[in-house]
């Protein structure tokens, strides 16, 4: 029996730090006010020029370590992001070729917060139907330069922030890894977190330059979250016969340290069960659940042969969620 499994992880963070206090240069907020409502204390920003492209390339490496290959065994990428450097090629397309990656294929996603996990879903697939051997998942943003700094984007500029993580994913014989993942979506909410422009529809494509900033209906965005996060956990629990005390960790994409809280206490478990690094990095969309396993690796908090489950949710809207034996 073929299973895929992580082989390995890998998380890269660029070094400039924004704190709340910080935000108070561009928005009329307050540390109080953002770390109440999100438990976000600060955020990396990229300096200008970085891409996502730019950003996996250390997390990337150090997934590579992690799983001791050499990246010539790296079969197939796929990148997910929504914050791409370009309208087209996709990141992936930059991303191999500074990796040096020779013609391998590469596929860009774009789901945003669920980015990851259906990437995973992906990845389990290529990997299990044998046609591919050593996939590269890559969620990487850079949400930074879409932020809206005057006032009236204090809402949702406080909220994200830039990064990259990676993981690989490999197949062996009889040990389970990745067991099942859960993908849903539900697009009459698509305008309720979005980027409308650029978009195709009209000429140019650029009609007003508000419109490249994130609109987002929050409290409309809340409480779907809080419903379908549980919802895709009881999901994946059920479709593998997991109770859920006998999980070691849960990792939530990283939206909101609320939202996580509560979905903690709609399914009955204690806080500590669920990972946040939201802290230290804000939102980081596609790339906080890469993140936050490999960063949770790091820490000790998930080792390998633990129960993991990961659960997502974001513009679309979509949500998804994974069964993983690490
Ligand atoms: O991956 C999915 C991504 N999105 C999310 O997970 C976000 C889900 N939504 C949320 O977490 C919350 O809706 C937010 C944290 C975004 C906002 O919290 P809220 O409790 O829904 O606040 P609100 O938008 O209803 O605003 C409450 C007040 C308003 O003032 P008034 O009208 O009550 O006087 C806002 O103008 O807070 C004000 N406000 C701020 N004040 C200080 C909005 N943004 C800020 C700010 N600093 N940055």
Redesign the pocket.
């Known amino acids: 029996m073929r299973n895929a499994y992580i082989a390995g992880t890998g998380y890269y963070v660029p070094p400039k730090v924004v704190t709340n206090q910080d935000m108070m240069q561009w928005?009329?907020?307050?540390d109080e006010?953002?770390t109440e409502?999100?438990g976000i204390r600060e955020r990396r920003w990229v300096e200008a020029g970085t891409g996502p492209s730019d950003l996996a390339i250390p997390a990337f490496n150090m997934a590579l370590e992690d799983a001791g290959m050499e990246k010539d065994e790296i079969d197939f990428v796929i990148f997910a992001t929504l914050s791409p450097e370009a309208w087209f090629p996709g990141s992936g397309c930059f991303f191999q070729e500074k990796m040096n990656l020779g013609t391998i294929g590469v596929l860009d996603i774009r789901q945003q917060?669920t980015g990851f996990v259906y990437g995973l879903s992906l990845a389990k697939l290529f990997v299990e139907s044998g046609q591919y051997k050593n996939v590269a998942l890559v969620a990487a943003e850079v949400q930074s330069t879409s932020i809206d700094l005057s006032n009236e984007g204090?809402?949702v500029g406080?909220?994200f922030g830039d990064g990259a993580g990676v993981v690989i994913v490999r197949a062996r014989e009889d040990e389970p890894g990745i067991l099942s993942t859960h993908l849903h979506a539900d697009g009459r909410f698509a305008k309720e977190?979005w980027v409308p422009e650029p978009s195709s529809t009209h000429y140019p494509k650029v009609t007003d330059v508000n419109n490249l900033h994130c609109y987002?209906n929050?409290?409309e965005?809340?409480k779907h979250?809080v419903t379908r996060f549980p919802e895709v956990i009881n999901e994946a629990l059920d479709a593998n016969g997991w109770n859920k005390d006998e999980v070691d960790l849960y990792i939530p994409?990283q939206?909101?340290l609320?939202?996580s809280q509560m979905v903690a206490k709609i399914l009955g478990l204690p806080e500590e069960k669920f990972y946040h690094n939201i802290q230290k990095y804000g939102?980081t969309?596609a790339a906080s659940i890469a993140i936050a396993m490999a960063e949770a690796q790091r820490d000790g908090s998930l080792k390998k042969g633990d129960k993991l489950v990961l659960a997502a949710?974001?513009a679309g809207f979509t949500w998804a969620g994974a069964a993983i034996i690490f």
């Open positions: 928005y009329d907020t307050t006010w953002i409502r999100s917060c204090r809402t406080v909220l977190l987002m929050g409290r965005v809340f979250a994409h939206a909101n609320r939202i939102n969309t949710f974001g």
